[in-house]
Nanobody, 121 residues
Framework: QLQASGGGLVQAGGSLSLSCIAS????????MGWFRQAPGKEREFVAAIAGSGRSLAYADAVKGRFTISRDNAKNTVNLQMNSLKAEDTAVYYC????????????????WGQGTQVTISS
C-alpha cells in the first residue's frame, strides 16, 4: 500500500515536497516512481529511483527543478519540487515495482491515491 501526501497550492516559483510512504513489503526491493496527471491529459512520468537509491531518472520537463530521494529505513520516497510552474499543476501519484525503474506507467504494479498540486501563476 502506498500513500502520497504533501500536495497543495503554491505560487509559481515556489516549492513543495511530496512524500509517499509504503507499507506491507520490503521497501528496498522496490523501484519507486512519481507520475502526474493534469486534467484532460494522460498520466506522465516525472521521476524514478531504484531500490538502492543509486539510479535516478527524471523527465526532461522537471530535470534540474525536481529531486527524487528515498529513505528505505522509513519506507518513504520523496519528491522535492522547486521553481514550480503553472504547467506542473496536476495530481501526483507515487508508484512501486519490483521490475526495476521505468518511465512507463505500465512498468509499475502498485499505486498510491494521488495528491493534488496546484501552482498559481
Amino acid at each position: 500500500q502506498l500513500q502520497a501526501s504533501g500536495g497543495g497550492l503554491v505560487q509559481a516559483g515556489g516549492s513543495l515536497s511530496l512524500s509517499c510512504i509504503a507499507s506491507g513489503r520490503p521497501f528496498g526491493n522496490y523501484a519507486m516512481g512519481w507520475f502526474r496527471q493534469a486534467p484532460g491529459k494522460e498520466r506522465e512520468f516525472v521521476a524514478a529511483i531504484a531500490g538502492s537509491g543509486r539510479s535516478l531518472a527524471y523527465a526532461d520537463a522537471v530535470k534540474g527543478r525536481f529531486t527524487i530521494s528515498r529513505d528505505n529505513a522509513k519506507n518513504t520516497v520523496n519528491l522535492q519540487m522547486n521553481s514550480l510552474k503553472a504547467e506542473d499543476t496536476a495530481v501526483y501519484y507515487c508508484a512501486g515495482t519490483m521490475r526495476g525503474t521505468s518511465r512507463w506507467a505500465t512498468g509499475y504494479d502498485y499505486w498510491g491515491q494521488g495528491t493534488q498540486v496546484t501552482i498559481s501563476s
